[in-house]
């Protein structure tokens, strides 16, 4: 299974972002979603999640700027970031799964590519 995140790019504080996560395999609208990040130095964290119903979940950090969104009929996901700050600076990588518990918390096996974001004046 391939994870593909790409968008990511240097921008300004206050900018704006569009992330896009293409997976490979079957069954993509079984699946939960996430976006995750990583700063350096700091542990791997989940930003936002989306359920297979279309609910979804984000971090108290990124509530009202950022938003989550799936499309099954192209197997990818996306991730609108606005307002940005600098300490969104991160890896942006995306996963997916069958269970919530696993998209909460960010247990999986294995880990696509992940795209640069830099917030910076």
């Known amino acids: 299974v391939q994870l593909q995140a790409s968008g990511g790019g240097l ?10 996560c293409q997976t490979s395999g079957s069954m993509f609208s079984i699946n939960q979603l996430g976006w995750y990040r990583q700063a350096p130095g700091k542990e791997r964290e989940l930003v936002a999640a989306i359920t297979t119903a279309g609910s979804t979940h984000y971090a108290d950090s990124v509530k009202g700027r950022f938003t989550i969104a799936r499309n099954n009929a192209e197997n ?21 799964g069958h269970r919530w518990l696993t998209i909460l918390n960010g247990n999986f096996g294995s880990w696509g590519q992940g795209t640069q974001v830099t917030v910076s004046s």
Not at 11 to 20: F, I
Not at 78 to 96: F, G, H, I, R, W
């Open 76 to 96: 990818t996901v996306y991730l609108q970031m606005n307002s940005l700050k600098p300490e969104d600076t991160a890896v942006y990588y995306c996963n997916k």
């Open 11 to 20: 921008v300004q504080p206050g900018g704006s972002l569009r992330l896009s």
